[in-house]
């Protein structure tokens, strides 16, 4: 389970002086409506020791392109906050924070009595803004590491404010020629120097466009190594950022 202070300590450590850089959005939370289907688990729950983590972020332009391609994201109350516009324009915002196991298996679904309130769903809307998708992120990860939603969110919400004033400018580097997956690891590590290009994913869809930014961290919540497959692409392979209209 998650010791506060173990990952305070950790962050304190990570929160090195820099520049904040380009990744500014708005949002407002007030007049965003708390909906919740019920969760439906999409596997077995798996119990097993927890031996990582990954912070996984989600391009939010690219996401909501899709929905406008399938006209279904702008209208669907669970992806409204985050694609409609009402409540403000998004970059990359914490799609969740994953436990991982060994030998390319994770924990999830771990039963809980425990139900994350619609106060602490609005509080965190500005992290993720989909309440849908934060009742799913504790119920499938979540439960698997913290005892309550509250520790959970507490120690996602810890994680991307140790990274957020520094991530890169990715509208100024999706104009740039000849991006690769390598360019854009080396762009987060120039702004973000307690971090080393293998202990950032990078993943691409299948045309080649960003979708995730996915952050490697060890049991003690500092930066580690990633897997194969939380590092994604390789780092010739060709990206595109998609800036949205």
Known sequence: MIRPAVLLACLTTLALPGTALAQAYECRTDEAPITVRSVTPDGPVRHMPVA????????????????????????????????????????????????????????????????????????????????????????????????????????????????????????????????????????????????RTDQLGIHLNRRGWLEEVRLCYGRDFLPARCSGSQLGAGDSQPAKIWRGL
């Not at 279904?72 to 669970?78: F, G, K, P, V």
């Not at 409204?80 to 409540?87: I, K, L, P």
């Not at 403000?88 to 390319?104: N, Q, T």
């Not at 009742?135 to 991307?160: I, V």
């Open 52 to 195: 990582s983590y990954t912070l996984v972020l989600s391009w939010s332009p690219e996401f909501c392109r899709q929905g406008q391609i399938r006209q279904t994201r702008q209208s669907r109350a669970s992806d409204a906050m985050q694609c409609s516009g009402r409540h403000g324009r998004f970059g990359l915002i914490v799609h969740g924070l994953w436990p991982e196991g060994a030998a390319g298996r994770w924990p999830q679904w771990c039963p809980s009595p425990h139900r994350p309130s619609p106060r602490l769903l609005r509080r965190n809307l500005c992290m993720t803004p989909s309440a849908q998708l934060l009742a799913r992120e504790w119920a499938k990860h979540g439960s698997c590491m913290a005892r309550t939603p509250e520790a959970y969110f507490a120690a996602a919400e810890a994680l991307w404010e140790s990274v957020e004033p520094r991530l890169p400018d990715l509208d100024l580097l999706s104009r740039r020629e000849g991006l690769t997956a390598g360019r854009l690891r080396e762009a987060f590590v120039a702004a973000n120097p307690a971090w």
